[in-house]
C-alpha cells in the first residue's frame, strides 16, 4: 500500500525509530522488566503532563479512558461543556452509562469560558465536569487556566480533561490548574500510532471513586490503581508491550531530544504558518481569535471549494487531507500540524494544497 502523508488530525505519521521500537522482543508483562518500563513511562509522562499525580496507562483508545473516568466518578451528575462533535462523546458515555447529566453545548467555534462553568456549577447540582482541552472538530483550545480559577471555589467538583488532540503539543499544567482526571491517547501530538491511551488522575480522583459503587471491571480506576499500587507499576490486564516500549522510545524523544517547551513552540510555528496560508488565499478561520488549536487548524470553506474533490487531488499527489468533521465535513476543512512535523514539509503541504484549490 503506497503511504500518504498524514495532515489529518491522527493518526499522525510516526518516527521511524518509534515504529522500530514496536518490534522490540517481547517480554512477560509480569516481569520485572515489564515493571521497569511501566516505570519508566509514568515518570516521563508526568513530566510532559506537569504533574505529580497518579499516570494511568490504558490498552484502549481515549475514549475509554473518557468512560473510565465518568463511570468511576459520578455519584451525582456531570455538567458535560461541549465545543464540538468530540466534546459531545461525554454526554453520550453518561447516556449510555445511565449517568445523570446536562449537555451543555456552546456554540461550534467558540470555547467553554470560565462565566459559563461558574454558572452551573454553582448551582451545586454537580459533582463532575467535563470538557476537552482541543477540540479536535472545531480547532478551539479552550481555556484551562481561567476556568481553573473557577474549579478552586468548588475542590469537591471533579473536573475530567480530554486532551486527546492536546496531549505534547500544547502546554498543560495539570497539577497548578486542579486537574483530576486528564487524558489523552498516543496517536495525535504524541506521535504513536493509535490503541493505547494514558491519563493523570488526582488523589482527590481515587478518594471520589470510592463513592461509586458500580465502576465496572476494566475500567475501574481504582481496581487500576490498586495494581499499579500493590505490584507496584504492573496493570489488571494484560497491557499492549509495543505500545509501551515505543511509548519510552518517543518520550525519551521529547524531553530529552526535542525538549518539551520546544515541543511546545514547534507547534504554535506550524499553527502561525498555517494561519499565514489561511489568510493569503482568501479563507476564513473557523474557531474563535484567540482560542486557535496550535495542534488543528479548522479552516471555514468560505470560498466554496468542492472540499471532497480536494480530498481526492491531494491524495493523488500522497497526501491524506481532512474535510471537515461531522456536520461540518463540506462547510470547513481541517489542516493538522501535530506531532513530529516538521515546518518544512507543512510547507510543501500546502504549497500543494494552494496549486490544487487554484485547479478547482
Known amino acids: 500500500m503506497e503511504h500518504k502523508k498524514l495532515f489529518i488530525p491522527g493518526p499522525v505519521d510516526v518516527r521511524p525509530e518509534v515504529l522500530e521500537a514496536f518490534s522490540t ?9 515489564a515493571t521497569e518500563l511501566q516505570k519508566r513511562i509514568s515518570e516521563k509522562l508526568q513530566k510532559v503532563f506537569y504533574t505529580d499525580n497518579q499516570i494511568l496507562l490504558s ?35 453518561a447516556k449510555r452509562n445511565n449517568i445523570p447529566y446536562d449537555l451543555i453545548e456552546i456554540d461550534w467555534g467558540d470555547p467553554v469560558t470560565p462565566e459559563i462553568v461558574e454558572e452551573y456549577l454553582s448551582s451545586g447540582e454537580y459533582d463532575v465536569f467535563t470538557c476537552q482541552h482541543n477540540e479536535t ?46 487524558l489523552a491517547s498516543t496517536q495525535k501530538a504524541l506521535g504513536l500510532p493509535p490503541g493505547f491511551s494514558v ?16 465502576r465496572g471491571r476494566y ?26 516500549f515505543a511509548l519510552d522510545k518517543q518520550l525519551d524523544y521529547i524531553i530529552d531530544e526535542e525538549g518539551i517547551e520546544n515541543r511546545f513552540a514547534r507547534h ?11 489568510k493569503d488565499n482568501g479563507f476564513e478561520f473557523f474557531a474563535k481569535k484567540g482560542y486557535r488549536s496550535a495542534t488543528v487548524s479548522t479552516v471555514k470553506n468560505n470560498r466554496e471549494i468542492p472540499v471532497l474533490e480536494l480530498k481526492e487531488k491531494m491524495a493523488e499527489r500522497g497526501y491524506a487531507m481532512a474535510p471537515g468533521y461531522g456536520k461540518l465535513k463540506t462547510e470547513t476543512f481541517r489542516i493538522a500540524h501535530m506531532a ?20 478547482l
Open 137 to 182: 472538530s472545531t480547532g478551539v483550545t479552550n481555556p484551562l487556566k481561567e476556568i481553573a480559577k473557577v474549579k478552586e471555589k468548588y475542590p469537591d467538583v471533579m473536573w475530567l480533561v480530554d486532551a486527546v488532540s492536546a496531549a505534547a503539543g500544547i502546554k498543560a499544567e495539570i497539577d497548578n490548574w486542579g486537574i483530576d482526571f486528564f
Open 340 to 359: 513530529d512535523r516538521q515546518v518544512d514539509e507543512l510547507e510543501e503541504y500546502l504549497d500543494a494544497l494552494t496549486e490544487e484549490i487554484e485547479k
Open 219 to 244: 475500567f475501574d480506576i481504582l481496581l487500576i490503581k490498586k495494581y499499579v499500587d500493590k505490584k507496584p507499576y504492573q496493570y489488571v490486564s494484560t497491557p499492549s508491550l509495543p505500545h509501551m
Open 25 to 33: 522482543p517481547m517480554i512477560g508483562h509480569r516481569s520485572k522488566e
Open 199 to 214: 491519563a493523570a488522575v488526582s488523589d482527590k480522583a481515587f478518594k471520589h471513586a470510592e463513592n461509586v459503587k458500580y
Open 268 to 278: 504554535k510555528k506550524l499553527r502561525d504558518i498555517t494561519h499565514q496560508w489561511i
Open 59 to 93: 490498552t484502549s483508545s481515549g475514549l475509554g479512558l473518557m468512560e473510565a473516568a465518568m463511570r468511576s466518578l459520578t455519584t451525582k451528575k456531570v455538567a458535560v461543556f461541549s465545543i464540538g462533535a468530540f466534546g459531545n462523546k461525554w454526554a453520550d458515555i
